[in-house]
């Protein structure tokens, strides 16, 4: 089968590998129907995730069919369309049984697949844990509809959920790319009384603002000043960070109100610095972390009933067989582009 593989620093190629069989019980084998490439996979190529094994398989965003399952597999059988979650979990250990499963304890919990595991960059994948990792997709809910829910649509509904935002309140969010747009669309079912999105591409901004009418977008060079003028407290009361710069950390901390919740969600290639003393009498809390995506179900409903729409993400859709083209425009951020799906 065709897959995309990590081949070593700076270089991914597109390999004949052969089809994978469960090497678990509780193994299922999924035909990917349709995929998508991530940032953190972008990560991976240039070497800045170095938990990834060369030679694996990338990619970690994808749905499918069910091919073949272990005999251990209780919730899907083959034939079922699902979705595959971006964490592989036992729902077993101390921090799967408290929701935690970004920490679970197996030797393939948390970020495996397409990172220490074969991925979905590819004609098939083997998922391990399947009836944690695999979710159903309802009938009417297409792959293009479902596709983002284990990875980045997770990401979203999570940080959304911890960040405490009040109804009625004021949330700012912090970067529209593909994560930042997900987690727009869910802070938005908490029913906020305004939504601010600090972006600085202007045609981010708009597919924000058609996502989510009536959010308020600006660029970050007014970001100080445009928070102070539309919020009621001269700052948001829940603030999420996507953006993963070394300003939007800053523009975080900056343009919250006090006694506020910050949330981190974005990857940094660099540490970042709290300045203490300047922040000191704003009695913020912090939230950091990665995803705890258990909650995929939640998400497929709320698409089946039409609260949650992602499809306008995907700007571009290639084959397989072109999937370095693919990478290359998602890479440099060609054409408009925001996210890309894959058909093997």
């Known amino acids: ?36 490439i991530c940032t953190s996979d972008v990560h991976i190529k240039h070497g800045s995730v170095p938990r990834a094994v060369p030679g694996v398989t990338v990619g970690h965003e994808m749905v499918g069919v069910v091919e073949e399952v272990g005999a251990d597999v209780r919730t899907v ?32 919990g948390g970020w495996a697949l397409g990172c ?14 399947a009836d944690q990792g695999l979710d159903k997709i309802p009938d009417g809910v297409t792959d293009r509809q479902a596709l983002f829910v284990g990875d980045i649509l997770a990401t979203g509904y999570w940080a959304a959920d911890i960040a405490e935002i009040p109804e009625g309140g004021d949330v700012l969010i912090l970067g529209a790319g593909p994560t930042g747009l997900c987690t727009l669309a869910c802070a938005a079912l ?27 977008t600006f660029a970050p060079k007014d970001a100080a000043a445009f928070v102070r003028a539309n919020t009621a407290h001269g700052g948001a009361d829940a603030v999420l960070e996507v953006a993963g710069s070394a300003d939007s950390f800053r523009l ?51 698409i089946a009933r039409g609260a949650i729409d992602t499809t306008p993400l995907i700007t571009h859709t290639f084959p397989l067989a072109r999937v370095e083209e693919a990478f290359d425009l998602f890479e440099r951020r060609l054409d408009g582009v925001v996210k890309v799906a894959v058909e093997p």
Not at 116 to 129: F, K, M, N, S, T
């Open 1 to 36: 089968m065709l897959a995309y593989t990590y081949v070593e620093r700076g270089r991914f190629a597109l390999t004949e590998k052969p089809r994978p069989a469960p090497r678990d019980s509780r193994d299922a084998v999924v035909r990917v129907t349709l995929a998508s």
């Open 116 to 129: 220490r595991i074969d991925g979905g960059l590819a004609e098939y994948v083997r998922v391990p844990h």
């Open 190 to 216: 908490k029913r906020p009384g305004r939504i601010l999105v600090c972006e600085p591409d202007a045609a981010r901004r708009a597919l924000a603002e058609k996502m989510c009418p009536g959010a308020l």
């Open 252 to 302: 975080a901390w900056e343009c919250a109100r006090p006694n506020a919740v910050v949330t981190v969600v974005a990857l940094y290639d660099a540490p970042q610095t709290l300045p203490l003393p300047d922040m000191y009498g704003k009695n913020l809390t912090f939230k950091t972390g990665g995803v705890d995506g258990c909650r995929c179900a939640e998400t497929l409903g709320l």
């Open 77 to 108: 059988k083959p034939g079922d369309r699902v979705t595959v979650n971006v964490e592989t979990f036992c729902g077993e250990c101390f921090f799967c049984q408290n929701g935690w499963v970004n920490n679970c304890t197996d030797p393939d």
